[in-house]
Antibody, heavy 118, light 111 residues
């Protein structure tokens, strides 16, 4: 069973950066594509981007280009999402998701709340 | 880019069948696979349908997914409704550069 464990909640000031980690369990490889999705309070799901762990190629939705960076650390089976120049509208729960995009099932992390407030 | 449009809410009685639609605004619904996710309040989403109509292990066969090219839409059908089916449901697909797109979500109420 794929298990993805994300880092804990963060509180940030506007203009700061947040870096959220997503660690796959020891019996889970991060060789599949990893996506990041966010959900603002009371809102729907919003796709941010994905990373191909094999080689590190990344694809970001236009809305987040220039502000989001996805990286991976293969030895520790961990994927990172860093969002810079934070503003209050970035307050949301951020999820990592493993799977796809060409085929296969999708597995979700438990989510990480990032709160942006002065 | 395209949009995926879902009804904001649906409601039905226990034991009945409900279908949630997901209509693609441009480009063919058949271009890339459609996934469906279920989310209960305060919890992370879980995958209930992937690759248009496949169920992950543990998802009951009362849930099914389909794609209809004539209406350019995907559908999630839940039969034999149970109170545990009450949740938000999201469809998701990709554009031709594999950027993800989500539908706005449908709140299912089991009366």
């Amino acid at each position: 069973q794929v298990q993805l464990v994300q880092s804990g909640a963060e509180v940030k000031k506007p203009g700061a950066s947040a870096k959220v980690s997503c660690k796959a369990s020891e019996d889970t490889s991060i060789s599949q594509y990893m996506h990041w999705v966010r959900q603002a309070p009371g809102q729907g799901l919003e796709w941010m981007g994905l990373i191909n762990p094999s080689g590190g190629a990344t694809y970001y939705t236009q809305k987040f280009q220039g502000r989001v960076t996805l990286t991976r650390d293969t030895p520790t089976n961990t994927i990172y999402m860093e969002l810079s120049s934070l503003r209050s509208e970035d307050t949301a729960v951020y999820f990592c998701v493993q799977g796809g995009p060409y085929s296969g099932n999708y597995y979700w992390g438990q989510g990480t709340l990032v709160s942006v407030s002065s | 880019n395209f949009m995926l449009t879902q009804p904001h809410s649906v409601s039905e009685s226990p034991g009945k069948t409900v279908t949630i639609s997901c209509t693609r605004s441009s480009g063919s619904i058949a271009n890339t696979y459609v996934q469906w996710y279920k989310q209960r309040p305060g919890s992370a989403p879980t995958t209930i349908i992937y690759e248009d109509n496949k169920r992950p292990s543990g998802v009951p066969d009362r849930l099914s997914g389909s794609v209809d090219s004539s209406s350019n839409s995907a559908s999630l059908t839940i039969s034999g409704l149970k109170t545990e089916d009450e949740a938000d449901y999201y469809c998701q697909s990709y554009d031709n550069r594999f950027q993800g797109v989500f539908g706005g979500g449908t709140r299912l109420t089991v009366l």
